[in-house]
């Protein structure tokens, strides 16, 4: 009769166990992997890279004349151009931001959105985020400044992308960024949107320092064939717990990657192709 007591105790408590184990392994939490960037940026293309919730970043972009060869000083006394911006991260996989730029005084309005994030364990094996902005040419659009905008919707561009992005290991990480930049008005002849696929790179030879590589490759062709060159960049990163700073040269100087992509006509491997150029990113946690 004991032995039945002690049988029967077993068979009521073992669901117990059973549920007390399932809790056990439904509680562990997959760690997401650490960021494949330090900067929301690389170069020309925007990375993964999504800030704690009440992160504030500011960015300073810049970049020089072409490297034509005449008394230029490496391009630093040409034409450049700068853009000035701020993101701001509503929630850890939210970021708003805004930014102006020299070229055209163009205004851009951005935002990026964690879609999924890769895992310390392998179970989700790449980062996929969405940047999209949309852009305003701030020129008059009097006689002199080469605007002619028929009417007010003509000023706007839109840009939209879904970065891939993985880190293989604590040194290397890499990203694929399919792209559709759409215009409102387009030059007479031109199509006024244009599909593109940029690769980004990044290999850390010191806890602080990074060599980086930006390619920016369209895939659909204007009928302007000046401006279907795909654009290269190379460089070096130097990063702190709070700050980036990259430092390149490079063919694009448009800066919004909507204004690269459709208009830039210079050729990496050709006389006055290159540039020297700077991105400056300092975050503020509030």
Do not use: C
């Amino acid at each position: 009769m004991k032995n039945y007591k002690i049988l029967l105790f077993i068979f009521l408590m073992a669901p117990l166990f059973t549920f007390s184990q399932e809790k056990v392994k439904d509680s562990v939490v997959e760690k997401p992997e650490r960021p494949a960037f330090e900067s929301s940026s690389l170069i020309d293309n925007q990375t993964n890279v999504l800030f704690n919730k009440n992160t504030l970043e500011v960015m300073m972009q810049h970049r020089f004349g072409a490297i034509d060869g005449e008394n230029t000083l490496l391009g630093i006394y040409g034409a450049s151009n700068i853009r000035i911006g701020a993101t701001y991260s509503i929630l850890d996989w939210l970021t708003v931001g805004y930014g102006i730029t020299k070229k055209n005084i163009t205004s851009d309005f951005s935002l990026k959105v964690g879609l999924l994030n890769q895992t310390r364990s392998g179970s989700i094996p790449l980062s996929i985020t969405y940047y999209g902005n949309a852009a305003i040419d701030g020129r008059s659009g009097k006689n002199g400044d080469n605007a002619g905008f028929l009417t007010k919707q003509d000023r706007y561009s839109y840009f939209h992308q879904l970065i891939f992005a993985k880190r293989f290991s604590p040194d290397f990480s890499f990203q694929i960024a399919p792209s559709m930049t759409h215009y409102n008005a387009a030059d007479f002849g031109n199509e006024n949107d244009r599909f593109a696929v940029a690769f980004g790179g990044r290999y850390k030879i010191s806890p602080n320092t990074s060599l980086i590589l930006d390619y920016s490759q369209p895939i659909t062709k204007l009928n302007d064939n000046s401006n279907n060159d795909p654009g290269i960049s190379l460089g070096a990163e130097f990063s702190t717990s709070g700050h980036a700073f990259q430092v390149f040269i490079a063919n694009y100087n448009g800066i919004l990657p909507q204004y690269n992509n459709m208009n830039d006509a210079n050729d990496f491997f050709s006389k006055g192709g290159i540039l020297i150029g700077f991105n400056i990113t300092r975050r503020y946690s509030f």
